[in-house]
């Protein structure tokens, strides 16, 4: 079956910091990947997916990158944080575009 | 712009009773609808999912209902149990190329399960 790994589960950084966030899947070849944004109490909203290794779509602009140097591993960073990059971040992924996509456990991210 | 909403914030409901969270969606070419649950500090899991050449899907104590004339979609849970308590979230996806794999999410109705 497939599985879906986040960390860190939880992280404190300073403003001005960096950042990096890794998302692992396993069981399967070839998935869409996905980072989304939770604030609290709110929605989902999505920042990246990729399609394949080195595909990158950025669904809004910010202080955040993402990257995909493997077909299973997903890493979104920042060189400096802001305040306002606190949340709850959540990888997900899919086996077609069109198709459910799964979520991980998420990592909770306080900049202060 | 199109959007996927839910009707109600919150919903308390007792144990044992059947629960039904709306969500409505104002994207006439949405073909493919998902419901996710999200408890406290965890991802969305998801829960029963339903395409747009269906009105009615059922699962485990879950059934999807969906009325495109209305463009509205439900979730109803049957006996309600504690463990039910959480954030439930309806998604919306469309085969159109320029959305693909772009889920839209409603802002979520907090369930709120009472002895």
């Known amino acids: 079956s497939q599985t879906i790994h986040q960390w860190p589960a939880t992280l404190v950084q300073p403003v001005g910091s960096p950042l990096s966030l890794e998302c692992t899947v396993e069981?399967?070849?070839?998935?869409?990947l996905y980072w989304y944004r939770q604030a609290a109490g709110r929605g989902l909203q999505l920042l990246f997916y990729s399609v394949g290794i080195g595909q990158i779509s950025s669904e809004v602009p910010q202080n955040l990158s993402a990257s995909r140097p493997q077909d299973r591993q997903f890493i979104l960073s920042s060189k400096k944080l802001l305040l306002s990059d606190s949340g709850f971040y959540l990888c997900?992924?899919?086996?077609?575009?069109?198709?459910?996509?799964?979520f991980g456990p998420g990592t909770r991210l306080t900049v202060l | 712009g199109e959007s996927v909403g839910l009707h109600l914030p919150t919903l308390s409901v007792q144990e044992g009773d059947n629960s039904i969270i709306n969500c409505a969606y104002s994207?006439?070419?949405?073909?493919?609808f998902i419901w996710y649950k999200q408890e406290s500090g965890k991802g969305p899991q998801f829960i029963i999912d339903?395409?747009?050449?269906?009105d009615k899907r059922q699962g485990q104590r879950v059934t999807v209902l969906l009325n495109k004339t209305v463009k509205h979609l439900s979730l109803q849970i049957a006996a309600t149990q504690p463990g039910d308590s959480a954030v439930y979230f309806c998604?919306?996806?469309?085969?159109?190329?320029?959305?693909?794999?772009?889920?839209?999410f409603g802002a979520g109705t907090q369930v709120v399960v009472t002895p």
């Open positions: 339903i395409r747009s050449n269906m």
């Open positions: 997900a992924w899919s086996v077609f575009q069109t198709d459910t996509q799964y």
């Open positions: 998604a919306e996806n469309s085969f159109k190329a320029d959305s693909w794999g772009k889920l839209q």
């Open positions: 994207n006439s070419a949405s073909d493919y």
């Open positions: 069981g399967t070849s070839n998935p869409n």
